[in-house]
C-alpha cells in the first residue's frame, strides 16, 4: 500500500518560511520522480516543484530563487523549503511520486495547508 503524508504545514507572517515534508511507503523511493504542488481555493492545481531519481530538480517560475525541494533517499523523504512567503503562497500542499514509464505509477498525499498572512 502506498502512503505519502506530508508535514510541515501551518500558518505564517508573510517573509516567513517553512518546511514541508512528505514520507513516503509502498514505493521505489529512490526510482521516483518526487513533486509538490499546491491548489488554492478556486484554482487549479499547479506544480510547484519536482525532483528527479538523480537529483536534478525544476520550480515553478513564481518560487524559483524562494523554494528548495530536496530528497533524502536513505529516509524516503522528500522536502519542500519555502522561504520569502507570501499571501499567494497560500494553498493545500500536496506531495506527489511518479514512476516514469510505468502506467498508474502515479500517487498523491492527503495535503497540507500553508497559510500565509499579511
Known amino acids: 500500500q502506498v502512503q505519502l503524508v506530508e508535514s510541515g504545514g501551518g500558518l505564517v507572517q508573510a517573509g516567513g518560511s517553512l518546511r514541508l515534508s512528505c514520507a513516503a511507503s509502498g514505493i521505489s523511493f529512490s526510482i521516483n520522480v518526487m513533486g509538490w504542488y499546491r491548489q488554492a481555493p478556486g484554482k487549479q492545481r499547479e506544480r510547484v516543484a519536482a525532483?528527479?531519481?538523480?537529483?536534478?530538480?525544476d520550480y515553478a517560475d513564481s518560487v524559483k530563487g524562494r523554494f528548495t525541494i530536496s530528497r533524502d533517499n536513505a529516509k524516503n523523504t522528500v522536502y519542500l523549503q519555502m522561504n520569502s512567503l507570501k499571501p499567494e503562497d497560500t494553498a493545500v500542499y500536496y506531495c506527489?511520486?511518479?514512476?516514469?514509464?510505468?502506467?498508474?505509477?502515479?500517487?498523491w498525499g492527503q495535503g497540507t495547508q500553508v497559510t500565509v498572512s499579511s
Open positions: 506527489n511520486a511518479r514512476r516514469p514509464g510505468a502506467v498508474g505509477a502515479n500517487y
Open positions: 525532483i528527479s531519481s538523480g537529483g536534478l530538480s
